[in-house]
């Protein structure tokens, strides 16, 4: 782990104002939530959309895909990555650091809002389900948006294809994708967790929690080999 | 040698950028002189392991410096474009590249390194305040920081002011002359001649030219050149003009004057004041009509 490059990454990230643009979605989750229990439905009604539909469907993947593409995109885009890809480190240092950075935030920014929004629909042990699976969720995403960021100069884009078409829309027609889909092993650790009648699975837990280890490993050995590769490009004089 | 290029080519789909280059760069100061888009910046890429050969082997200090961290624990580089960490200051900034190189004692090497250019009294401000000079500075401080035996940078002299260009010419002077290998890159001629006594000259990604700055100077100078000449009389000095051997041909136009093409450019200009006071012709212009840089540098790569 390199605690510099994690440090100037945390500040880079904390000091983008399109960070702090995406705090009111959590905040949306919550307020619905609150304004739902408040008005006496019953969970089985508000808890599905709310929950699956806007946290686990947009809230966690659009902050892991906003983080994630940028720890590093970011400094790509600029041209400050230079500074730090000069310097006799192994590759995989500072892939972690920037990962590292990643999860946690996401993960912290995602889960405080999901327990909040668990206890309110079920239970406290619900609750923590949901921030168990959101972490695991956050780890996969943003492992997977890292290397996006290396592998295309679109990563945002390319990320939305993957989680509003490949999960939102191919997710609940063709069974089949929900293999390949980060948001069912979300769902499914989450349930067994903190099982409730809320939450309905597509994957079983081996296949959730094997599938997003290699999903996490998987993007961060192609994220190291790529940044090992990179190449200055389009300014060649 | 500390940087070596073996018939190093880089192409970019059918674009050639870079055209079989070898070269070999030991200790002082070098400059890489060439027009804009001559491959200047692919070549520096790839020295300093940003861009992989399509062909050749580019070395340093012995090491390969494609997919090969380790070589920057003796190489800075100093790149053209200047973005940085702008949210730190430039102590923090400096002291980062110290930390990241892992330095038994990164701080003192970054007072060193702050202090080297000059920038001990604007250190604690955030680098987004600083001028274009000062960055330039911050970021030569930190590619110093590890006190490198290969220094590569791209373009230093860009926006810099002329107090400012003096001060990093001596800086290069000085670690040339501590027997460090420094390239650096320029597509002005005078900001070589000022710093460097050794050139490599690229135009259209060839190795045009390369060696002691002077020889490749009398090289300039000794080209064919082309003048246009305004007078009192180009009829008759045109005539007088053909029997020069130093002349190879002349035309007439009686709107432009003379266009005269010299075998030699000393030697013309030394013989063309005395003809025509000899003819008493009075010599109203002259100009010579090729002088871009572009210009000379083609006609270093025919005789190369």
């Given at each position: 782990m390199n605690w510099t490059v994690l440090r100037v990454t945390a500040?880079?990230?904390?000091?983008?104002?399109?960070?702090?643009?995406?705090?009111?979605?959590?905040?949306?989750?919550?307020?619905?939530?609150?304004?739902?229990?408040?008005?006496?439905?019953?969970?089985?009604?508000?808890?599905?959309?709310?929950?699956?539909?806007?946290?686990?469907?947009?809230?966690?993947?659009?902050?892991?895909?906003?983080?994630?593409?940028?720890?590093l995109g970011a400094e790509i885009d600029d041209g400050t990555i230079v500074h730090i890809l000069a310097k006799p480190l192994p590759r995989r240092e500072i892939i972690l650091a920037k990962l590292v950075v990643a999860v946690v935030v996401t993960a912290v920014a995602v889960g405080i809002p999901m327990y909040v929004t668990g206890v309110m629909a079920d239970s406290p042990r619900f609750g923590l389900g949901l921030v168990v699976g959101s972490t695991l969720g956050a780890a996969a995403y943003s492992a997977l948006f890292l290397a996006l960021s290396l592998l295309t100069r679109r990563p945002v884009l390319v990320g939305l294809v993957y989680v509003l078409i490949w999960e939102?829309?191919?997710?609940?027609?063709?069974?089949?994708?929900?293999?390949?889909?980060?948001?069912?092993?979300?769902?499914?650790?989450?349930?067994?967790?903190?099982?409730s009648d809320l939450l309905a699975t597509s994957v079983s837990v081996p296949v959730a929690l094997g599938m997003a280890f290699v999903f996490t490993v998987g993007a961060t050995v192609l994220a190291v080999d790529r940044l090992r590769s990179f190449s200055i490009v389009g300014e060649t004089s | 040698m500390s940087v070596e290029l073996r018939a190093v080519s880089r192409w970019y789909g059918n674009v050639v950028a870079v055209n079989d280059i070898t070269m070999s760069l030991a200790g002082g100061v070098t400059g890489l002189l060439g027009p804009n888009g001559a491959g200047k910046t692919t070549v520096l890429h790839m020295i300093a392991g940003f861009l992989a050969p399509s062909k050749g082997e580019v070395l340093v200090q012995g090491q390969p410096s494609w997919r090969n961290p380790s070589v920057y624990s003796g190489l800075g580089l100093v790149s053209e474009r200047e973005a940085v960490?702008?949210?730190?200051?430039?102590?923090?900034?400096?002291?980062?590249?110290?930390?990241?190189?892992?330095?038994?004692?990164?701080?003192?090497?970054?007072?060193?390194?702050?202090?080297?250019v000059e920038m001990a009294p604007a250190q604690a401000r955030r680098i987004d305040t600083y001028s274009k000079g000062m960055r330039q500075r911050i970021r030569v401080a930190a590619s110093l920081v590890h006190d490198p035996s290969v220094l590569l940078l791209d373009e230093p002299f860009n926006g810099m002011d002329p107090r400012?260009?003096?001060?990093?010419?001596?800086?290069?002077?000085?670690?040339?002359?501590?027997?460090?290998?420094?390239?650096?890159?320029?597509?002005?001629?005078?900001?070589?001649?000022?710093?460097?006594?050794?050139?490599?000259?690229?135009?259209?990604?060839?190795?045009?030219?390369?060696?002691?700055?002077?020889?490749?100077?009398?090289?300039?100078?000794?080209r064919p050149h082309v003048f246009?000449?305004?007078?009192?009389?180009?009829?008759?000095?045109?005539?007088?003009?053909?029997?020069?051997?130093?002349?190879?041909?002349?035309?007439?136009?009686?709107?432009?004057?003379?266009?005269?093409?010299?075998?030699?450019?000393?030697?013309?200009?030394?013989?063309?004041?005395?003809?025509?006071?000899?003819?008493?012709?009075?010599?109203?212009?002259?100009?010579?009509?090729?002088?871009?840089?572009?210009?000379?540098?083609?006609?270093?790569?025919?005789?190369?």
């Open positions: 500040r880079a990230l904390f000091g983008r104002r399109r960070f702090f643009l995406l705090l009111p979605l959590p905040a949306l989750m919550v307020g619905l939530a609150a304004l739902a229990d408040g008005l006496g439905a019953s969970p089985v009604d508000w808890a599905p959309p709310v929950i699956l539909g806007l946290g686990l469907g947009v809230v966690l993947p659009v902050l892991a895909l906003v983080i994630g593409a940028g720890v939102g829309l191919l997710g609940n027609v063709l069974s089949g994708t929900q293999v390949l889909s980060i948001r069912q092993y979300v769902i499914t650790v989450a349930d067994r967790v903190g099982p | 960490h702008g949210f730190l200051t430039g102590w923090e900034f400096v002291l980062a590249s110290a930390k990241l190189h892992r330095l038994r004692d990164p701080d003192a090497a970054a007072r060193r390194a702050v202090e080297l400012q260009r003096l001060q990093m010419m001596d800086l290069l002077h000085a670690m040339g002359d501590e027997g460090r290998t420094v390239l650096f890159s320029s597509h002005i001629l005078e900001e070589v001649e000022q710093v460097s006594g050794t050139v490599q000259v690229i135009v259209a990604g060839r190795l045009a030219a390369s060696g002691d700055y002077r020889t490749i100077r009398r090289l300039m100078t000794n246009t000449v305004r007078s009192s009389d180009d009829r008759r000095l045109g005539a007088v003009l053909m029997a020069e051997p130093s002349v190879n041909g002349v035309d007439l136009d009686p709107a432009l004057g003379l266009t005269v093409r010299a075998g030699d450019y000393g030697t013309f200009t030394r013989t063309l004041p005395k003809l025509a006071r000899a003819q008493r012709i009075r010599v109203e212009r002259v100009l010579p009509a090729d002088e871009s840089l572009e210009s000379v540098f083609t006609y270093l790569v025919g005789s190369s």
